[in-house]
Every structure is written in structure tokens, then in C-alpha cells.
């Protein structure tokens, strides 16, 4: 085979973009021959969405996944090994026993095993999930969606030129769907030499149409509406319902003003302030002479102590620092509340004087809402948008949801679990419980007891759960799980808004005097080895939302505690 052509870096930040996808028909079918006989690793989502980008010219000026010189630049200084800004690691991680040698040919394929690409295998080399996380999202915080994520990630990263076969399969929205010369060209029939870009992850309501006009009449050019449809934060509105919400808005309310709206197969990472910039360099290849950074721009919310991962403005300093290199001019917003006397949208630093001021929050949309079957207020949304959200927010009530117990062997958890399932028929809720020995002898039959193996029976567990959740069923997960990444990492397949982690809290020494079956002593004489609590770690929640005492009270009155903020929460009536 001859060897992959060595494409040059383009002209970084809205050059013209070279686009790696191999568009001969004998070419193609040249690598789909040959891709039979290589090695082959599957593409997770999140890499998919990467080869796309980088196919197309989203990530310029990278032309592939990241090697190590420029992946190590990037951590420590935000650029790229020939010294462009870019703020992101875009890595492609694999298990070493399932690579060729250097220089030779590795097939990339979805999980469906279709070729995506062929990769001539330039490098191996190590990486650190922590020092990533630490220097990338400036925490260790397993409650950040990467950090748990990255956890599950392959232990090498590779790297080497690249000829695209075929992009990711998507069946919906096609006509959205436009890659960065696609959005040029549509931009350039538009006709305005100014283009601003807003990233959104979630439904618009009035007050993102109120910034965005006002951002386009600021320039008085085009507004480039420009959602995330790849990964996104757990538990966000999945993006079907979501561009629904945008093309419906886009007809009807945004007709004084040109728009064009395209959808970003980009897998987000939630990275506020090194995110923002990202962002804003992608939209510049894309066209985008303006970007709208807002409020806690890319926040993935709260940490494990409940408090937000990064500063409300940390985004919009990062990206004003080094705009000028970036290449897109920022315009900067704050929070827009609602003015209610005067039946208008305000940026809250422009707020009148004792003036009355509205405004809804994320939490209370879907909890004083969404979740007890109320209509979202005029002033904040509009019609369309609150009928669209009633239909993927079911009330509480009749939501699915999950009771995530954990705690050492012997703490009681399958016991309380057991009582709960009885509990809730009384309140006409049926529920599965996923029991940790029970799944071993079925769904994780073969596993040993290896950290590696734990985490998979976990993650599998974690995996059944979130599938009966997302069609509103009520699940009880009762497993040891003791490493604290992977029960977010679960926290995030099911959903934050429905992982309910119950902290089954009793000493060792009383779990050892329950062991009937005298687990605890023989790891005591070393008979058996990786015990949880004698020779391995039970890493316990940082903040459970229940935690329960099984010494000074019995199972039925823990089991009632839980009962009571079911009924709290709105789950139960």
C-alpha cells in the first residue's frame, strides 16, 4: 500500500480547510480491501465526533489525533507544537495489545465495525488521566463528567496520518447538517461579511433570543446558530428534541434578521474556560467573524462539595486574552433577566434601579416545572418551546428514577433494597433491582474480581439501570461499587437528575460480625486477595443525597427515610 499522504497544517483559524475525507470511489474501495487484513479498534462516540471534525476542518489547523509533542504542549500551554493556540487535547487512546507495529496500518471503525478511516501508526505513547484533568480542567473531581469519563479511557494514545473512508452514520437532520466549507459557502450567499456564532447545548428560550438578536444587530450582520449535537453534559435535553425547539424558533421569531442554522457534531468536554476558547476557534473555521461567550460559558455545574467548577466570567477572560491570536472577535454577555414592568429582556448589569426582576433557573425549570407537569411563563419561553419540553420531561410522579446503593459487604444494602421494592407497589410504582451477586451470576457471569473487572460489572449494571430509567422505569442498584469514579461515571449514563445515591453507611467491624458466609475473615489469613475494606479501597460518597445508619436503626426505618424523600423529592404521592 502506499503510504498516506502527509497533508501540511493549514492556515490556522479560517485558512482554507483541508478535508481528509478520500473522495475517489477507487481509492475507497482500495482501503475498504485493505482495511481486511489490518488491525482494527473500535471508535468510541466521543472519538467519533473528533475524526469528524478533524475531517472536515473543524479542528484546524490539526489534521489528525494528536502526537505527543503537540498533546503535551497543549496541556501546559495551550498550543500546539508549532505554536498556534489550541486549548483542547484531542486524543485517540488504545489498548497496546490491540496495535501493529510502528508504521504499519490500523483501521478505524465504528461500533458497528464500519470503516471510518485508515491510520498509518506513527506513534505510541503514556498518558495520565489525572495530570489531564488537573491541567486541562483544572480538577480531580470525579463529579466532573471527564474526570470519571477519562477514568474508562485506554491506557495509550496514538497518533499518525490519516485517509477518512467514511464519516460517522447520522440519520436525523440531515439538511442541518453542514460541514465548515458548507457553512462558508452558505454564509457567503447570505451575503454579510460579519457572522456571529452562538454555541448552545440547551432549548433556547427567550432570553438566548434576546442575546443572540441583539449580538447580530450589534454587527449588523448574520447570526450563525450553532448547537452541540454530539456528547454533551449528561443529563442535558437529547438533541432530537432540541433542534426541533431551534428550527421551530428560528422560522417564526427570527425573521427580521438573517440566520442560518447548522448543526456541530462536537463532543463537548465541559471544560469552561479552555472550552470557550475552543469553541470560538472552531466557529472561526467555520466562518464565524464574531463568537458570543456568556455567562459560565461550557460549566458542567457543581463538584462533589457543591460549588461550581469554574468563575460565572473565568471563560470570558480566558477567551478575551487571546482573541487577538484566536482570530474571532468575543462578545462578551451577561446573565439577561427579565424586566417586568416594562415587558423587556436586560442584561442584569444594566438593570434599572429598583426595578422588578424575573428570572427561572435551570433547576427550577425542571423542578417547580417540568417535573409537576406545569407550563413554562410566557415571558420566559416561548409556546413551542414549553409544548416540546413537556413532551421529554415527564412529571416525577411517573418519571423513572434510580436508588444507587453502595456501601462494604455486609452493610445492609440488598436488605433495605429488598423492603423499598415492597414499599413502592404501596404507592403503585413497580421497580427492578439489579442485586450486585445476582448480576455477577448472570449479566457479569466470567468476571473476576480485578479493578478492572469490578469496574466493567459496575459499568454494566450502570448501563441496565440508565436504560430502564430512560423509559421511566424505577431501578435499585444494590452493589458494593467502591471506587468512587466509576459511580459517577454511572451517575452520569443515568442522569444526574435521576441517580439517587444512598449511602448504606455501617462500620467494618459490624459488616465483619454479619458475614455468615466469612468473606472478611478469610481475607483477614489472605485465602482470598482484593477484598474490599481489608486490602482494597471503599472510596464513600462525598455528599450522598441519602445517607443511612443501620446500627442504631433497623432496615425498615432506613427504608421509610428513603420513602420520605421519594415523597419530598416528588417521586412518590
Known amino acids: ?16 480547510l483541508v478535508s481528509l475525507v478520500t473522495e475517489s470511489s477507487e481509492r475507497k474501495k482500495e482501503l475498504i480491501a485493505l482495511s481486511q487484513s489490518l488491525s482494527s479498534i473500535q471508535l468510541t462516540a466521543r472519538s467519533q465526533c473528533d475524526l469528524e471534525l478533524l475531517a472536515n476542518g473543524g479542528f484546524s489547523p490539526l489534521d489528525r489525533f494528536m502526537g505527543e509533542n503537540d498533546y503535551l504542549r497543549v496541556l501546559y500551554e495551550m498550543r500546539l507544537n508549532n505554536g498556534a493556540i489550541f486549548p483542547m487535547p484531542i486524543t485517540l487512546t488504545a ?3 490491540e496495535l501493529p507495529e510502528i508504521g504499519k496500518y490500523i483501521a478505524l471503525k465504528d461500533s458497528r465495525n464500519n470503516l471510518l478511516a485508515v491510520m498509518q501508526l506513527q506513534e505510541v505513547f503514556s498518558w495520565s488521566p489525572r495530570r489531564e484533568a488537573q491541567l486541562v480542567l483544572g480538577t480531580t473531581d470525579s463529579r466532573h463528567p471527564l474526570v470519571s469519563e477519562m477514568e474508562t479511557w485506554k491506557k495509550v494514545c496514538i497518533s499518525g496520518p490519516m ?14 447538517r453542514l460541514t465548515p466549507k458548507q457553512v462558508r459557502a452558505k454564509l457567503a450567499e447570505i451575503g454579510s461579511a460579519q457572522v456571529v456564532a452562538f454555541q448552545t447545548r440547551n432549548p433556547l428560550h427567550r432570553a438566548h433570543e434576546e442575546l443572540t438578536k441583539r449580538a447580530a444587530k450589534s454587527i449588523n450582520g448574520t447570526l450563525l446558530l450553532h448547537p452541540s449535537v454530539g456528547m454533551t453534559k449528561p443529563g442535558d435535553v437529547d438533541h432530537f428534541s432540541r433542534v426541533r425547539i431551534y428550527s421551530t424558533l428560528v422560522e417564526k421569531y427570527y425573521q427580521d434578521s438573517p440566520v442560518l ?18 469553541h470560538a476557534i472552531i466557529r472561526r473555521n467555520y466562518g464565524a467573524s464574531h463568537f458570543i461567550v456568556g455567562r459560565d460559558h461550557a460549566g458542567p455545574g457543581m463538584d462533589s462539595k457543591g460549588q461550581p467548577f469554574y468563575g460565572p466570567y473565568d471563560a470570558q477572560n480566558l477567551v478575551a486574552k487571546y482573541a487577538s491570536e484566536i482570530g474571532i472577535q468575543p462578545l462578551f454577555f451577561q446573565e439577561m433577566v427579565y424586566l417586568k ?28 416545572y417540568l417535573a409537576k407537569g406545569k407550563q413554562l411563563p410566557g415571558w420566559f419561553t416561548r409556546p413551542e418551546t414549553s409544548d416540546i419540553l413537556s413532551q421529554v420531561y415527564l412529571p416525577k410522579h411517573k418519571d423513572g428514577f434510580c436508588l444507587w446503593f453502595t456501601g462494604l459487604s455486609g452493610a445492609g444494602k440488598s436488605t433495605i433494597a429488598e423492603i423499598i421494592s415492597n414499599m413502592l407497589l404501596e404507592y403503585g410504582r413497580s421497580s427492578t433491582e439489579l442485586d450486585g451477586d445476582v448480576v455477577r451470576t448472570h449479566l457479569s457471569k466470567g468476571l473476576g474480581f480485578s479493578k478492572a473487572d469490578r469496574d466493567t460489572n459496575i459499568l454494566r449494571i450502570g448501563f441496565v439501570a440508565a436504560e430502564i430509567t430512560r423509559h421511566h422505569g424505577v431501578v435499585l442498584c444494590a452493589a458494593i461499587s467502591p471506587y468512587r469514579s466509576i459511580r459517577d461515571e454511572c451517575r452520569k449514563m443515568i442522569g444526574e437528575e435521576k441517580f439517587i445515591e444512598v449511602y448504606v453507611d455501617t462500620p467494618i467491624e459490624i459488616c465483619e460480625q454479619r458475614d455468615v458466609k466469612g468473606m472478611y475473615q478469610k481475607a483477614r489469613r489472605g485465602e482470598i486477595t482484593g477484598f474490599t475494606g481489608v486490602d482494597d479501597p471503599y472510596e464513600p460518597p462525598v455528599n450522598p443525597q441519602i445517607r443511612l445508619d443501620t446500627v442504631s436503626h433497623m432496615p425498615e426505618e432506613n427504608a421509610l427515610e428513603i420513602i420520605g424523600y421519594l415523597k419530598q423529592q416528588g ?3
Open 1 to 16: 500500500m502506499k503510504n498516506i499522504s502527509e497533508t501540511s497544517l493549514i492556515t490556522p483559524y479560517g485558512g482554507e
Open 95 to 97: 489498548d497496546p495489545a
Open 163 to 176: 485517509e477518512v473512508v467514511s464519516l460517522p452514520k447520522v440519520f436525523d437532520f440531515i439538511h442541518l
Open 261 to 278: 442554522l447548522s448543526l456541530l457534531p462536537l463532543a463537548m468536554r465541559m471544560a469552561g474556560p479552555r472550552e470557550a476558547m475552543w
Open 341 to 368: 414592568d416594562e415587558d423587556r429582556y436586560e442584561e442584569i448589569d444594566k438593570v434599572p434601579a429598583g426595578a422588578q426582576v424575573l428570572s427561572i433557573s435551570g433547576t427550577q425549570v425542571r423542578e417547580e
Open 571 to 573: 417521586y412518590l404521592l
